[in-house]
């Protein structure tokens, strides 16, 4: 047995030390304590994800801000590089794919909040960290409160608040927080002097923040420090392994900062290790990975796991702003004087590829979907439910905690509670090293004056699994002591759906008090005693049940679904034998004549989840294809027939469970023409490595490099954009370029303009071509430049996709040159026939 024992009593948060927020008398304020942000004077829990609007072209921005926001992020971060808007001194270009304005206004539109991270400085793997070379070459200190310097931030600054002019919240608009500098850790009195340069510059918002790793020094209360953490470190050395400081981030505990982040641009260690300031202000994320670059001497592989598991122990350690870095890959772009990514040329220790800035993201870099997107959007989900309780919750560790990093023996587990209620995390996923599973756990939890023991029976933990489970909270009028799933949403209904989600295959059992509950009904009505008062009754569940409507008659087709146990114990009511999925509903009534209920979905349908309002209600639609909702409208990505929709619209051709069924039309006829692959040159012999003098790490193959490379001709079929829709509408259908592969780096090329490169780290490369129809219905296609990966190269690749062998010391082939159209299928608003069927 596990036992810990919440504090009875929570300290309340320090308020009013913070120079932050909305005025106090405005109805919908953004306040901000030393635990948890507000609005409108309710907790808030911002889930934030970077975008780069510089990087990605602007016809697109309003698709993929829709797929951002379906992905339960409500907030969106971006940094503003200054060498894309200034590459030439005193010349701004705000048109186009940089349009600040443009991007700010279309995230308004769609409801979602906007963070900009005005820099001067900003790193994000851009050239001198976003800083146009002329300020490097210029008579100044940068990064400094030097004259000579703040003479040239002034403009840039006066630039950007005149593109966000009437977008403030002082004006109504969606800028909730600005970010000054980035990974400034020994210079709060500069940190000050942006600020206030800002202000001036008519930038404002209610919160101002500051990256805080490597323990940096800000401005006391001035701004908030926003923390992070990855799965794996590009900006680490080629060694063979898992960087050790990814390693505290799958570990439950207080801690925040992590002295890693930019530790490859700091000429200092950071100083001391003491967090005890950082009580003052709420624990707040901005760089939680959602994925990882490749540098040319380091390239991971990240998994779904490995991000999602990450993010939910900063959940449970604490967190009460989740910012993920990168939330969408982006594409870099080439600048009018020189390409603008991080390199070895320009005084960094990572050579980055020209273009490619994927970041393995929950959305790629053409606005691929990731089955990250999948993981992150359940918690998402449910963060956009009970992420205003969570945010006032603390942490308490059980005895017993793992004490060091070097652990992989102890199960990994804490509570977040506010006293009365809470939630109770588990994870046992970390990546590299395989965590083993753990038998025979129960948990005992002391909350509120009550032991709360679970499950009843002893479960296993299995490998890799990662979860949250709630502990005392209510289901409607009635109150849920524990529940073996994690929460997932609430489905607002007149009778309200608590939706759950079963959690590493474990057996679904919830607990109720009993003195807090009238009757309870199974997935199908139960036989025997339903009164929770007296329940010892077994029923027979029905777990999917299937009706489709035949003329006027119903076909009703059932099975053998297992069985489900309602009884009582003391105080609790127990029920079991829950058979997760489509149709499995338990109702709940309250004494004082309420209902709610709550619906236990299997874990591959529950990845499946979008919700949204549709059709003049909340529901809940499970789609094997991406989902994105907007205005009334459903739009599924790929190859999907049909979507199930909870609650069951009228017009449903037939139901699975408590959902509705919904035919989507059809993809167009006939299979995707293929592209044509020819060897135009075989290459030539393997590039020697080379290695950068001052930071010691394998620099990129140069342009003159790939005058030895294998070159191919790909030929794009011209029926592949056959439809009359602009390039730039935003309606033509994606089309991947898909290149199976393995070498060392590779570049394509249209009418001689690189428009995609790759250094090769395993998975496939994908390169979306809807943005260049125009160049390649000129050109017939692109040419693929792949250059060769010698056995002896001093680079990372992850063990799972090295290569087995190296014939004559080097390895290139094109395995396979594949097109893939992403299709997508609408259901417009519809006006139902009668009312929308409920459960």
Known sequence: MRRLSVPGHVPPPLEGRLRLGDPPDRPDAITVNSRHLSRAGRPWFPVMGEFHYGRYPAAEWREELLKVRAGGVNVVAAYVFWNLHEERRGVFDWSGDRDLRRFVTTCAELGLDVVVRIGPWGHGESRNGGFPDWVLAADCVPRTDDPRYLALVRPLFEQIGAQLSGLTRADGGPVVAVQVENELHDQPGHLLTLKRLARAAGIDAPLWTATGWGHARLPADELIPLFGGYPEAAWDTAHDGWPRQSRAHYFFGPGRDDDSIGADLRTTEAAGSDESHLARYPFATCELGGGMYTSYHRRPIVTAADIAALAL???????????????????????????????????????????????????????????????????????????P???????????????????????????????????????????????????????????????????????????????????????????????????????????????????????????????????????????????????????????????????????????????????REGDRVVVTGLRPGPGCLVRVSDASGGRAAVLVLDAASALTATRGRLWDADRLVLSDGPAVIDDGRLTCYGRTDLIRIFPAPEFATSTDGVFGLLPLPAPPPGPTPQAGVELVAPPGPARRPVVDATSGRASAPTDADFDQAAVYRITIPEELFARNVPADSGEADEVLLRLDWVGDVGRAYIGGRLVADQFWYGPVWEIGLRRFRDLLRKHGGLELRLLPLRADAPVYVSPQARPTSYPGGSVLDLRSVTLVRLSRALLPPMSPPGQVRGW
Not at 518 to 537: F, H, L, R, W, Y
């Open 313 to 387: 122990v900063k959940l449970g350690s604490g967190s009460v702003w989740q910012g993920y870095y990168m939330y969408h890959g982006a594409s870099q772009q080439i600048g009018e004087l020189s390409t603008l990514q991080e390199s070895h040329a320009t005084g960094y220790p990572n050579d980055c590829p020209v273009i490619n800035y994927d970041f393995q993201a929950p959305l790629g870099e053409y606005g691929q979907f990731r089955e990250s997107y999948r993981h992150l959007r359940l918690q998402h989900l449910w963060l956009a439910t009970d992420g």
């Open 389 to 567: 309780d969570l945010a006032t919750m603390t942490l308490t560790m059980p005895p017993g905690a793992p004490a060091d990093t070097a652990d992989r023996e102890t199960l990994r587990w804490c509570v977040r509670s506010d006293g009365r209620s809470g939630f109770l995390f588990v994870n046992n996923h970390q990546p590299v090293e395989t965590l083993p599973a753990h038998d025979g756990v129960r948990f005992a939890v002391e909350l509120n004056g009550r032991e709360l023991v679970f499950p009843s029976e002893p479960v296993t933990v299995p490998s890799g699994a990662y979860f949250a489970w709630p502990l005392a909270r209510p289901v409607g009028r009635s109150l849920l002591l524990t529940a073996t799933a994690q929460p997932m949403c609430v489905i607002d209904a007149e009778d309200p759906v608590h939706v759950f989600t079963q959690t590493a295959g474990i057996p679904v059992e919830l607990v109720f008090d009993a003195t807090t509950v009238t009757a309870i009904e199974g997935p199908a009505a139960m036989t025997g005693d339903e009164n929770p008062a007296t329940a010892t009754a077994t029923a027979t569940a029905t777990g999917t049940r299937t009706r489709t409507r035949t003329g006027s008659g119903t076909r009703a087709e059932t099975g053998d679904e297992g069985s489900v146990t309602l009884r």
